[in-house]
């Protein structure tokens, strides 16, 4: 009922912007006007009201050179107070945030990695497994990396867990750098100087997974002081990445996003229920507005609100739409979201 209200409200509006619109195209204005031919004045007509009805252009109307996506891996959006994460608590007050995001059924590593870069549900991209095995290919569609990667742009992809191969084709990343954290040894730091590596590099589109704070939570329990702990201590290294990213003069013109894959409950996760699917998304930089969204953001939105900011087509078969709240424009009021039979609990 209240959708129905808010739509027939929505649409009065556009009728009555409709009707002004005509009527001021219409109106004769002061300016003098010099004497056309008759025969040229049926061609030119339609172009006044034309130009008063258009839809804002959505074309972002300052650069953004790269976008830097940041995946914690299990993070809750209540994990971020509770773990101090004073970095995106500070990409939270200069960009536009929720904390009521919604990840893919099933809430899960690598399917939701996937729809996040392919822009579309499990359904369509069907990498629905959570190991890596080889044979098993790539998350099918165009993902962003290819999208970026194809107008020369740089793609980089540093992972915390080996499967994250499976989310985008070889082809489309310049550099791939994963430590599986879940061995016995591994080394803490390569993370982070894989990252730094790219960052000086430079790039069109760096993703980078910390897989941490969801290993502490399937050993330690989700929200339990090793959790918190192992997210504060990532956050610092995000810290870290931005201040590279000032040093070597590839801050400005960023675009940031902050997000997880999912959330989770006890020592688990993967279920479809608040707990588990609700994920926090962050976005800061150029052209953001800061706040926090009323827009519903699915994990797959990720995608689509890259190929925006960069400039790239957003793809007709992306489940995913652009944020454009966080850009100042107007929300779409007919967006349905939500992959198709999957009903939130
Ligand atoms: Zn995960």
Request: aromatic share 8%; glycine share 8%.
């Amino acid at each position: 009922m209240l959708y129905k209200l808010r739509y027939l409200v929505l649409l009065s509006i556009f009728i009555q912007g409709c009707v002004s619109a005509s009527a001021s195209s219409l109106t004769p204005t002061a300016s003098p006007v010099p004497p056309i031919p008759t025969a040229t004045l049926t061609p030119i007509q339609p172009s006044v009201p034309d130009e008063a009805t258009a839809t804002p252009a959505l074309i972002p109307p300052q650069p953004i050179s790269r976008v830097f996506i940041v995946t914690f891996d299990g993070l809750r959006p209540d994990a971020i107070e509770a773990a101090e994460m004073e970095n995106v608590i500070a990409l939270m007050q200069t960009g536009a945030y929720t904390m009521r995001a919604q990840t893919v059924v099933p809430s899960i590593t690598l399917p939701a990695h996937a729809s996040l870069v392919t822009g579309t549900c499990p359904a369509k991209h069907i990498a629905r497994w959570n190991e890596y095995v080889p044979q098993n290919g790539y998350a099918l569609g165009t993902d962003i990396f290819d999208l970026t990667h194809a107008v020369g742009l740089r793609t980089a992809l540093v992972v915390g867990k080996e499967k994250l191969r499976h989310i985008t084709e070889p082809g489309s990343t310049d550099f791939f750098g994963f430590v599986d954290n879940t061995d016995e040894e591994f080394d803490e730091t390569t993370i982070e100087s894989m990252t730094i590596e790219q960052i000086r590099a430079g790039f069109g589109l760096l993703m980078v997974h910390f897989p941490d704070g969801d290993v502490a939570g399937h050993q330690y329990d989700w929200m339990s002081k090793q959790q918190l702990g192992a997210f504060h201590k990532k956050d610092e290294s995000l810290g870290l990445f931005l201040r590279v990213m000032k040093d070597s003069g590839f801050y400005d013109g960023t675009l940031i996003i902050v997000t997880s894959d999912h959330g989770g409950h006890n020592s688990d996760h993967g279920l479809n229920i608040p707990e588990d699917m609700t994920i926090p998304w962050v976005v800061s930089g150029p052209q953001i507005v800061p706040g926090e969204l009323q827009t519903q953001v699915y994990i797959y939105d990720t995608a689509p609100t890259v190929a925006f900011a960069l400039g790239l087509p957003i793809q007709a078969d992306w489940d995913g739409a652009p944020v454009y709240e966080a850009f100042g424009l107007p929300v779409d009021p007919l967006r349905q979201g939500g992959c198709p039979g999957v009903t939130p609990r």
